[in-house]
């Protein structure tokens, strides 16, 4: 699978904000408003754990807070869907974009834990103060905001959000308020960081991280409400794997970009020859990530890598199997559907290919269904991709529904400076190749 075309197709890719004043509702209020612990897959140093919470109180409940006590030797390495802190062994939860939880409706959130010896389930659950089980004894009080101005809103992390990829070095990028405005788009992801002099990042290792171009465009998002995630790696240029001799090496380019730009998300676009089919630097790759998350609790990473219409290549399903290995604790595999040297339909291909991926997590993991499409991402490319593919808005409009009803957990494609109409012009670096109008593909994805 190839993407050389132009000089860096890289990827061949609320809480609710409430108002003045307002009550938590009780954790059991009449007809009961519960929280509800189910363990997921464990690998033996570790599980993936869900609470769901579930409102039968007969009113909305406006916001949520579940805590929990982990036992000794056990922690968080990863949580979505809500965000959280931790004081020793007790680990406090709040909603994040998913706080207006109705009458009759749920909410959850998951979490990966790593634990030395046995397994022990999390205890002393409270939920709004609460008991967790329905029919518990309520909190008697409870406290509103004490200041007029609303609470902040909480971004949503990557998982279940659309970022497509964003590229200020190439195809004459837009100004990303513009897009934003016009299509309702609030996650880029920015491409591409790689090596610059050795094992240093930088934008097209020639961009710093600050005072460029990209550093521009990351505060214009920031200041419109919206996030970030930068991608390093890509087709072209000098990539950092490699260039970075051991994991912690690795891990601390990776920590620079986090700490210029306060992330809540990287993704690594392994793609390059030099990096995806080097077993080595597949290796290296994926000890960084682990570092990273050690490092960085909350903090979301993701792998984007290329794919054949039925699933992972052989490289694929060895970067899948070794993030077990290794215990990487990767939140999210993204395959790019496309260059499978001519896909008659793409629509089908990309589901094909997706639903080879959730397969090999399945295996690898023994998650199911559901806990696989969690972790599980698609990056297209829209218009025409270098090798002629047309992926067009209705089926684009066809994958990005697919997405929303298997609840998968990243949406991106190729890219929104590529989302301008350019019919019969073919491949090119500022438009699709077909006709349509500026922003299109990118109004698609912001609805998921």
């Known amino acids: 699978m190839t ?101 009759g409706g749920s909410a959850s959130f998951g979490f990966n834990v790593t634990y030395s010896g046995s397994y022990v389930a999390p205890s002393n659950c409270k939920l709004n103060g609460g008991s967790c089980s329905a029919g518990g004894t309520p909190p008697t009080t409870t406290t509103p905001p004490t200041t007029t101005t609303p609470p902040t809103t909480t971004t949503p992390p990557p998982g279940g959000r659309g970022a497509p990829y964003l590229y200020m070095g190439w195809g004459s990028p837009p100004n990303p308020q513009t897009v934003m405005n016009a299509t309702g788009i609030k996650w ?32 214009q998002i920031k200041a419109a409400g919206g996030q970030v995630v930068p991608s390093f790696g890509g087709w072209s240029g000098n990539k950092l794997g490699p260039n970075c001799s051991t994991p912690a090496a690795l891990a601390g380019a990776y920590q620079q970009v986090i700490n210029a730009y306060g992330l809540k998300a990287i993704d690594i676009d392994i793609e390059n020859s030099d990096e995806f089919e080097n077993e080595a630097v597949q290796d290296r790759i994926l000890g960084a990530l682990k570092i990273v998350k050690q490092n960085n609790p909350g903090i979301q990473t993701i792998l984007t890598f290329g794919t054949s219409t039925t699933g992972p290549n052989f490289y694929g399903n060895r970067l899948i199997d070794q993030s077990k290995a290794l215990g990487a604790n990767v939140d999210v595999y993204t395959i790019m559907p496309f260059d499978f040297g001519g896909g008659a339909n793409m629509y089908n291909s990309t589901t094909s290919a997706a639903n080879g991926l959730r397969d ?82 990118t109004k698609v994805t912001a609805g998921f």
């Open 188 to 219: 880029f992801t920015m491409a591409f960081i790689n090596a610059s002099g050795g094992c240093n990042p930088a934008w097209d290792s020639s961009r710093p991280l600050s005072g460029s171009a990209d550093a521009t465009a990351i505060s």
């Open 3 to 103: 993407r050389r075309w132009l000089p860096a197709l890289g990827l061949a890719a609320a809480a609710a904000t409430i108002g003045a004043m307002f009550v938590i509702a009780p954790a059991n209020a009449a007809g009961g408003v519960s929280a509800t612990f189910s363990k997921g897959s464990d690998w033996g140093t570790g599980y993936e754990g869900k609470y769901t919470i579930a409102n039968g109180s007969g009113s909305t409940l406006a916001a949520w807070t579940v805590e929990f006590d982990l036992p000794s030797g056990a922690k968080i390495s990863s949580l979505w869907d809500g965000s959280y802190t931790a004081s020793g062994q007790h680990v406090t939860v709040k909603n994040s974009w998913n706080g207006n939880v109705g009458n």
């Open 360 to 441: 090999k997590l399945k295996s690898t993991f023994g998650w199911s269904d559901a806990t696989a499409y969690a972790h599980l991402g698609i990056s297209g490319m829209n218009g025409l991709s270098d090798q002629q593919e047309l992926t067009d808005l209705s089926t684009w409009t066809q994958i990005t529904n697919w997405a929303k009803s298997n609840k998968i957990a990243r949406l991106a494609f190729w890219s929104v400076n590529r989302d301008r109409g350019c019919p019969g012009g073919g491949v090119q670096s500022a438009c699709s190749g077909i006709a349509q109008n500026d922003w299109d593909f």
